[in-house]
């Protein structure tokens, strides 16, 4: 299966700073990347969906300004928590696909806004 | 709109048992993908299978196997002789359209604790 790389795996931030997770496919490339965030004790809920080199798709309820997602290359993808605050403290979750196969989950990361 | 239930949040069984996780879904299309995946508590989402709409067969993969039933939405799993490191959140999940490729609504998650 396909390999996907996500740090930091966990992060502790005050409130109001930004930070940036980065997710990579290692061994193949994806046009598009998924990135999810779940609550605790809850199921994953979709972000947003991003294309390499267009603008992220993000689903209602989700500030675009706020979560600021790159998609730079055909292999990185980068999530941006501006100006976090303790309600943004959860466990984002990035996921490349390849079409015809399952989605692939990078290994997560917990955030704590303190 | 699609959705995904898995009625069961939490399951605590002794190990060695054997424990169905259930699984329903709604959807309007005809053509959907139907996916298990497991997360243990390091948080990573580990697949376990795909199942497209056309293909009712069962699977059986080691101790585990699905048992996909189109007539009442399910897709339930089955854990054979659980053991300790069976213990996860296990997610249902559901791909609506042509092609597994795509947004996954994932069901609520259910917690199964596999006791010694």
């Known amino acids: 299966g396909a390999v996907v790389s996500q740090h930091p795996s966990r992060v502790i931030c005050k409130s109001g700073t930004s930070v940036k997770i980065e997710c990579r496919s290692l061994d193949f490339q994806a046009t598009t990347m998924f990135w999810y965030r779940q609550f605790p004790k809850q199921s994953l809920m979709l972000m947003a969906t991003s294309n390499e080199g267009s603008k992220a798709t993000y689903e209602q309820g989700v500030e675009k300004d706020k979560f600021l997602i790159n998609h730079a290359s055909l292999t990185l993808s980068t999530l941006t928590v501006t100006s976090a605050h303790p309600e943004d403290s959860s466990f984002y979750i990035c996921s490349f696909q390849k079409v015809g196969t399952e989605a692939f989950f990078g290994q997560g990361t917990r955030l704590t806004v303190v | 709109a699609q959705k995904v239930t898995q009625a069961q949040t939490e399951i605590s069984v002794v190990e060695k048992e054997d424990v169905t996780l259930d699984c329903v879904y709604e959807?309007?299309?005809?053509?959907?993908?139907l996916f298990w995946y497991k997360q243990p508590p390091s948080g990573e989402l580990v697949f376990l299978i795909r199942?497209?709409?056309?293909?009712?067969q069962n699977e059986i993969s080691g101790r585990y196997s699905w048992n996909f039933q189109k007539s009442t939405s399910s897709f339930n799993f089955t854990i054979t002789a659980s053991q300790v490191v069976d213990s996860a959140v296990y997610f249902c999940?559901?791909?609506?359209?042509?092609?597994?490729?795509?947004?996954?609504?994932f069901g609520q998650g259910t917690i199964l604790t596999v006791h010694p």
């Open positions: 959807t309007r299309d005809t053509t959907y993908y």
């Open positions: 999940a559901l791909k609506e359209g042509g092609t597994s490729y795509g947004k996954l609504t």
């Open positions: 199942r497209n709409s056309f293909d009712e």
